[in-house]
């Protein structure tokens, strides 16, 4: 015993008192405690139930805060340290051991053992080896899969030990470590304290109530009413042979004084790692709940992916039918003509004759070529089969303006202008609907009362801007169409179409056609012109604008969906926190700090809205390949907007998650560990 009392304390409390107050009601559970534990004691802690030894033990532990006194632990003064710093001292001096055996549920003792390991940010290959030693430090090595149902209560109280014991602490607090347990369990963990005691040199400050259970300490200490009224040593402690205090251990313990160390990049790393896989753990342990709650995030992220896929194919087809009409296009029609079945509200019909394209070609410079156009609906007829169709009468450079190019057979040419020759050229759909798959090159056909011969099938364009079918179409020589189809006085056409040299240019010759037209046509100032001149880029992106806006309301249609999956995410998380605050409690005592808690509840929160909008995305593609197929709409697929959305989903999960998360980080661990 001199040994004892010659070496320096671990455990110095002085005049320590804990007042509570509720309201105006204040109740003293200390007045005035001092007590004294140097290295190598069993002290047992005894007294009624209110006679404040629960009190003197969280205090002890670091669970509660003191109102008056001085605490010192291992030569460390916590009296005054802030939640991180006791965070620390339990994590690295004290293990617990308490009268709940306090497990996690459908966990196994292994992954229980291992659980004040991940706050000291030890590798999985170092907790395991730790864990595994001190199970069988505790005659648990073939008990190391079980969960706590699958446990005796004298195994649930020794998987406890086990987990007190693994940080390799300097104090080991025991709450009634036999309060639970029948008397022959009670036996086997009381020897097996003594053992730790005796045999390890352990420090051990153990609260009971029953006499037989304090014999087996060194030492018992009664309590009564908030004081200590009695100290008795009833057998010699085992004195640890060396001891070095925690101030000036600083590189075992990393308080480095009163501040706990910065974390490298590397902890850092680590500690998110382990917080994602305790996350996945959770989230594990309550699939059906998860799944629904993901539910809501994945309908929202698959109507988001849905939508921009339907809305960017939109815009594809929109762009491919307007580049069937060629590039760098202009269009000079008469005002108030007609134009995918929209007439112009400018009044009476204008006019526009080829002599009007003719002065174009000479006087504007910056035109590369230029097709005078006049068309009609025809009846035409092959054999025996007939079909309504579109016959258009041009000039050779049509073919330039429109980039339109022949599959079979040749494009006639300028000689058949000018001598009116019957021939043409046909579409695929006039082909597949008059010749049933054989060669019409050199075929006669009639186009109303026009007999013809087909000269080649131009290439397939497939559907135009407005819905028209590009490949349904009958092309011949314009003076062969005012012969046998219908002429217009003056030589005038439905429209001329003209192709800028570059589409930088563009604009610059659509003014130069407006001014050299006004002239020609002697247009009076201010007064409305008889013609108009259609750009088509402009055409093209007043439709993209068009479809953009409505791609844009679909899109704050669809997320709406996501708030709503947002909100299910903090309330099934709120949910969460309230059935595990026990749980929270346990990982706060044995060194959990409150960003641990947060970022766990926060990751946990994260990694649900993330697994929903990675099946949301999954889903939005496979809905919007199937419409797709079903209806021939044309789908395009954005890679930034699926990465967005996973990014998004995460924020919401992050946006949502972070008050239950804080709210989890916020519990005290002592009313965390008496949570029902």
């Known amino acids: ?79 005054d340290l802030d ?33 004040p390991l991940i706050y000291l940010g030890c590798s999985a290959e170092e907790r395991r080896e730790r864990a595994v030693r001190a199970l069988e430090l505790v005659g648990l090595g073939d008990r190391l899969n079980n969960t706590s149902a699958q446990l005796s209560g004298g195994q649930q109280q020794r998987v406890a030990i086990a987990r007190a014991l693994v940080t390799q602490p300097r104090l080991l607090l025991a709450d009634e470590p036999t309060g639970n347990l029948d008397t022959k369990t009670t036996e086997e963990v009381l020897a ?117 896929a339907l809305g960017a194919g939109a815009q ?35 006019s526009i004759s080829e002599d009007d394209g003719a002065a174009i070609l000479r006087e504007v410079p910056t035109v590369a070529a230029l097709a005078p156009t006049m068309s009609a609906n025809v009846q035409v007829v092959a054999g025996d089969r007939n079909w309504s169709t579109r016959a258009v009468g041009t000039t050779v450079p049509y073919f330039e303006v429109r980039s339109w190019g022949v599959e079979k ?34 075929r006669d056909l009639r186009v109303g009362k026009l007999p013809c011969r087909v000269a080649g099938v131009l290439k397939e364009k497939g559907q135009g801007s407005f819905g028209q079918d590009n490949d349904d179409i009958i092309v011949m020589p314009i003076s062969t169409f005012r012969r046998g189809i219908y002429r217009l006085p003056d030589n005038q056409v439905n429209n001329v179409m003209v192709t800028a040299k570059s589409a930088n240019v563009v604009n610059r010759t659509q003014a130069a056609i407006e001014s050299l037209l006004n002239q020609r046509h002697r247009t009076p100032p201010g007064e409305d012109a008889d013609f108009s001149v259609r750009n088509m880029a402009e055409m093209m992106n007043a439709m993209k604008a068009q479809t953009a806006i409505i791609s844009t309301l679909l899109l704050v249609t669809a997320s709406i969906s996501l708030l709503v999956g947002g909100i299910g995410v903090m309330n099934i998380m709120l949910v969460s926190v309230t059935e595990r605050t026990r749980e929270i409690g346990i990982r706060l005592a044995i060194g959990a ?84």
């Open 1 to 79: 015993m001199a040994i004892a009392e010659a070496a320096a304390p671990l455990l110095e409390l002085t005049q320590i008192e804990k007042v509570y107050a509720s309201g105006e009601v204040t109740h003293r559970a200390l007045r005035g405690v001092d007590l004294t534990v140097r290295p190598g004691e069993f002290v047992a802690i005894v007294g009624a139930s209110g006679s404040g030894k629960s009190t003197l033990m969280n205090i002890i532990g670091c669970l509660d805060r003191l109102t008056t006194g001085s605490y010192r632990l291992d030569g460390l003064d916590v009296s």
């Open 409 to 442: 057979g040749a494009l006639w040419v300028a000689e058949d202008v000018t001598m009116a020759a019957p021939v043409c050229l046909i579409g695929r759909t006039v082909e597949k609907n008059l010749f049933a798959g054989s060669n019409p090159v050199g």
């Open 192 to 308: 097996l304290l003594q053992w730790l005691n005796r045999d390890q040199g352990l420090t051990i400050v153990m609260v009971t109530h029953e006499p037989e259970v304090a014999a087996c300490a060194t030492r018992i200490v009664t309590v009564r009413d908030g004081l200590i009224v009695s100290d008795e040593q009833v057998a010699s402690p085992r004195h640890a042979e060396s001891h070095q205090t925690l101030a000036q251990d600083a590189s075992r313990t990393g308080l480095g004084g009163l501040t706990p160390p910065a974390d490298s990049f590397a902890m850092v790393v680590r500690g998110w790692w382990m917080a994602i896989g305790l996350a996945l753990r959770a989230l594990g342990r309550a699939k059906l709940r998860a799944s629904l709650t993901a539910l809501g995030i994945l309908i929202g992220i698959a109507s988001v992916v849905t939508t921009s």
């Open 593 to 676: 700090r409150r960003r641990d808690i947060l970022s766990q509840f926060l990751i946990e929160a994260v990694v649900l809205a993330a697994i929903g909008g990675g099946s949301g995305i999954g889903l939005g593609v496979l809905i919007s390949n199937s419409l797709g197929k079903m209806t021939d709409f044309s789908i395009a697929f954005d890679p930034s907007i699926m990465i967005t959305s996973l990014l998004v989903s995460c924020g919401i999960g992050i946006v949502f998650g972070f008050f239950p998360a804080r709210r989890a980080a916020q519990f005290d661990p002592i009313v965390a560990l008496r949570h029902e």
């Open 83 to 115: 939640n991180d710093e006791r965070a620390h001292v339990r994590r690295e001096l004290i293990g617990f051991v308490f009268q709940g055996f306090n497990l996690l549920p459908r966990t196994s003792a292994l992954e229980n053992v291992e659980l």
């Open 316 to 350: 594809d087809r929109m762009q491919k039918s307007l580049s069937t009409l060629g590039a760098n296009l202009l269009m000079v029609v008469p005002a108030g003509s007609s134009m995918g079945g929209a007439r112009n509200a400018q009044g009476s019909l204008g």
